[in-house]
């Protein structure tokens, strides 16, 4: 197996998917063979579904928060934690996982881009997102203090955009790594078919950079990254670096 040397001038950008807390026990999008209770997951997962159905949408969240709460980051979350420990501001770890477990872990530098299941915010005012790890009773729909309008989970859904400003952090980090130093980029557990997640390969190629794919099974864009590594990422990352 090739390994990802990590020394001084390196600047490392990875982004993860789902399948790196496969191994914590939370299903992947996959996993769920795309059903929620029969349901597509559209139905939970979209303005569209809130709107039609808030108290199901605010249901399957809860579940959600059920779940995540009760598992614990896995040898790949904390192999990422060692590389930051180690590389400093030269990291940044962007996610497409909403289950917070990269920060439970000790990540410190990341760009949660689909949103946090245990944030909430107000779908009618322009009250910042805030900490909520609520499990709602069945049929609840909590309605927003400041202007009584529905509360909804701080979640990117289906046919909504990613913040600007995460966007923006992710592309000045690489082009600040390719222009200071050696642009590295590392994806794992992804299935490479969510952009603009999945682009991000071709942009950092563009800028010169090195890239790597940990996943289990092949990504939609696997051709596009030069060194591939198949497995799981609780059993391939934790030694797949080496800390110079
Ligand atoms: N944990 C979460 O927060 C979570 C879970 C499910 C879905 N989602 C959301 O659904 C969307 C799904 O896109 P996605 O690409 O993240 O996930 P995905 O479910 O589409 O793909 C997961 C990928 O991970 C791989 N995989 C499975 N187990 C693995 C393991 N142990 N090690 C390495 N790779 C493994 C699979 O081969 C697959 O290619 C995202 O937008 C995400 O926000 C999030
Ligand atoms: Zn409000």
């Not at 579904?49 to 995540?68: C, H, M, N, T």
């Not at 509360?151 to 289906?158: A, N, Q, T, Y």
């Not at 790594?177 to 980029?185: D, E, K, N, W």
């Not at 051709?223 to 670096?241: I, Q, T």
Request: charged share 25%; aromatic share 8%.
């Amino acid at each position: 197996m090739d390994s990802l040397t990590l020394d001084s001038k390196t600047w490392l950008l990875v982004l993860t998917g789902a399948g790196v807390s496969a191994e914590s026990g939370v299903p992947t999008f996959r996993g769920m063979g795309g059903l929620w209770e029969d349901q597509p997951v559209e139905a939970v997962a979209s303005p569209e579904g809130f709107r039609k159905d808030p108290s199901l949408v605010w249901r399957f969240y809860s579940e959600r928060r059920k779940g995540a709460a009760a598992v614990h980051p896995n040898p790949g979350h904390e192999a990422f934690v060692a590389w930051e420990r180690h590389l400093g501001d030269r990291f940044l770890l962007a996610t497409q996982n909403v289950d917070g477990l990269h920060t439970r872990a000790g990540s410190q530098r990341v760009v949660e881009m689909h949103g946090n299941l245990f944030k909430t915010r107000c779908s009618g005012c322009e009250r910042p997102p805030f900490d909520d790890a609520t499990v709602y009773p069945v049929g609840a729909v909590p309605a927003c203090d400041a202007c009584g309008k529905r509360l909804r989970p701080h979640i990117v859904w289906f046919g909504e955009y990613l913040d600007p400003a995460d966007l923006e952090r992710i592309e000045t980090f690489a082009l600040q790594g390719a222009t200071s130093g050696r642009l590295v980029f590392l994806a794992a557990g992804t299935s490479g078919a969510v952009f603009p997640a999945a682009g991000i390969v071709d942009r950092v190629r563009r800028a010169g950079g090195e890239t790597w794919l940990v996943n289990l099974d092949p990504a939609e864009n696997s051709s596009r990254f030069e060194h591939r590594v198949v497995g799981r990422s609780g059993e391939v990352l934790p030694g797949l670096a080496k800390l110079v």
